[in-house]
């Protein structure tokens, strides 16, 4: 059953077009991946799946209900990821003069259980113990991965439904977004967690999904399971360098 | 009196004054903080905040001698002058500055203004021109200590002070809304995806502001009296102690207000500046921070890592 379904949508910045007439759907329980170059239209979209970026039109559905149309949009943001979903943003946006606790306690923002926050915060450490260690470190103290971490174990704290990945891997060395992908299908498999995520790294990121869309220019151009993209001969030649 | 405790004095009678600044310097910290922008009208916010302490206090109080009672009553007084002013701003805040929030950032600047005018305006029209007495709840005969006298008002406006700057430290730091303003002044768009509803955050941030600046005000009274411009010149000063600890940081606000009163208090005799001309010292200082350190001594001048 589709969790998030996206039809027709279309996004632009003044007269410049970020996305035309984008539709597809994530299953409950996947890990889907979005591919594309630079400037495809990969982050508008997760913007626009959050209320962040209007659209011009079409319609963000989750779970069976309209969270975002054109015309009349009745969500904001924050009423949206109330509903189950959270964004990890690119560029990680973590909140720099906070501490790693502080971070976290603003994931559970929405959480109005304290024993369950604090029992959230104690998996989180459990999960990414580097985390543990700097809990009481200013969150610019840490490097990009740490960061990347933070910013993942601080969406998690919502325990939400369906987690979106802007970018995971940006500006970090490969065994470290290998072992945040690792971590990725970890949280899938054990929690059941659908992940919707948008990725330069195209052959790690198909490697890890069910299913994948390719973007080009503001179109999705291409859709298949992760393994038939990997062997598609022009993926291959646009996206994984053979 | 030797130079010494003359400068003792000084020092003591310049805390008691930055403090004062402190307190009307975070509403426009705290404010600038989340929508980089100087609220103009909070000085009036202030003078509003002691027309209504001083008209809560004369009806409650009346001829009553100073003692308990009449200090009760100084109390009931500000926290009345607190909640009008915490509803006044938020009040301000979605009729002048929430419809302009996307629009150039010349309007919402211009629209403080004509509010301040407002405010200014609609109180002499009102209480009428001329400057009232705020009177003092106890017996204000001075206390010294070693060459050095303090009076009781001096007390009252330290204890005051201190007490709403630690109330305001302990909600930013460690409750869940205090948490979720700092996290808005630091990334909006991000503190949205925590489900912060960031038009909350900003009431709830010019509501603190005023009801900071009403204490403020009400405080101020006793040495100024309380008329309809009063809150011009203390309000720009209270601008530059905030600009001094550096804009938007809460901390650099309460360092920057009692740096600025003890630098007035001090500055001014020791320059041989006639009493007359003393609000020059605050702009001075105003002038040599922006040539030389611009961000404020607390500004943020750290890069953030990318």
Redesign the interface.
């Known amino acids: 059953m589709a969790l998030l379904r996206i039809e027709d949508i279309s996004v632009s910045y003044g007269n410049i077009r970020a996305l035309s007439d984008v539709s597809m759907s994530v299953d409950e329980g996947d890990i889907v991946a979005l591919i594309g170059a630079n400037g495809a239209g990969k982050s508008t979209l997760m913007s626009a799946i ?1 209320g ?1 970026v209007p659209l011009q039109s079409g319609t963000v559905e989750y779970d069976g209900q309209a969270i975002c149309q054109s015309k009349h949009q009745k969500l ?3 009423l949206i ?2 509903k189950g979903i ?2 990890v ?1 690119e ?1 990680r ?1 973590v ?4 501490t790693v606790e ?1 971070n976290l ?3 559970a ?2 959480v109005r259980d304290s024993a369950l926050i604090a029992r959230k915060k104690e998996e989180m450490y459990d999960f990414f113990p580097i985390l543990g260690a700097r809990r009481k470190q200013k969150t ?1 103290s ?1 490097s ?1 991965g740490e ?1 990347q971490m933070m910013a993942i174990a ?1 969406a998690l704290m ?1 325990s939400p439904r369906l987690l979106l990945l802007d970018e995971p891997g940006l ?1 970090l060395a490969p065994l470290v977004v290998q072992d945040i992908f690792s971590k990725i299908r970890i949280i899938n498999e054990e929690s059941r967690l659908t992940v919707f995520l948008v990725e330069q790294n195209a052959r790690l990121a198909l490697k890890s999904s069910d299913y994948g869309y390719v973007l080009e220019n503001g179109r999705i151009v291409l859709q298949d399971t992760g393994e038939n993209l990997l062997s598609n001969e022009s993926v291959q030649k646009a996206y994984l360098g053979a | 009196m030797s130079t010494f405790t003359l400068y003792m004095q000084y020092i003591v009678n310049g805390i008691t004054l930055g403090a004062i600044y402190s307190l009307i310097a975070l509403g426009y910290t705290m404010v600038y903080g989340i929508l980089k922008f100087i609220n103009f009208a909070h000085g009036d916010v202030l003078m509003v905040g002691a027309f209504v302490g001083l008209l809560v206090y004369e009806a409650l109080a009346g001829a009553a001698e100073p003692g308990m009672w009449t200090i009760f009553c100084f109390f009931i007084a500000m926290l009345a002058s607190m909640a009008f002013c915490a509803v006044l701003g938020m009040f301000i805040e979605r009729v002048a500055y929430k419809p302009l929030r996307n629009a150039n950032r010349l309007a919402p600047l211009l629209s403080a203004i004509g509010v301040s005018f407002i405010l200014s305006n609609g109180a002499a029209w009102i209480f009428g021109t001329t400057s009232r007495r705020f009177p003092y709840p106890f017996e204000n005969d001075p206390i010294h200590i070693g060459g050095v006298t303090i009076t009781p008002h001096q007390i009252l406006v330290i204890i005051v002070s201190v007490a709403m700057m630690v109330l305001l430290a302990f909600f930013v730091n460690k409750t ?1 809304m205090g ?2 303003m ?2 808005t002044s ?2 909006q ?10 038009d909350r955050v900003i009431s709830l941030t010019f509501a603190i502001g005023s009801a900071l600046a009403a204490v403020g005000g009400m405080l101020a009274a006793f040495d100024f009296r309380v008329y309809p411009s009063m809150g011009t010149m203390t309000g720009l000063k209270a601008f530059v102690a905030a600009v001094i600890g550096g804009i938007g940081n809460i901390q650099g606000a309460m360092i920057g207000g009692v740096l600025l009163g003890i630098l007035e208090a001090v500055g001014a005799p020791l320059l041989h500046i006639p009493n007359g001309m003393r609000d020059t010292v605050a702009f001075a200082v105003l002038i040599i921070i922006l040539l030389v350190k611009p961000d404020g001594i607390l500004g943020k001048n ?1 890069r ?3």
Do not use: C, W, Y
């Open positions: 959050v962040l904001t943001t924050d990821v109330k959270a964004l943003p560029g946006h909140f720099a003069d906070m502080e306690d603003m994931g923002f929405m610019r840490l990009g960061q601080r919502s500006g | 869940r948490k979720a700092r996290a630091l990334d768009p991000t503190s949205m995806l925590m489900g912060i509803n960031v750290e953030e890592k990318v």
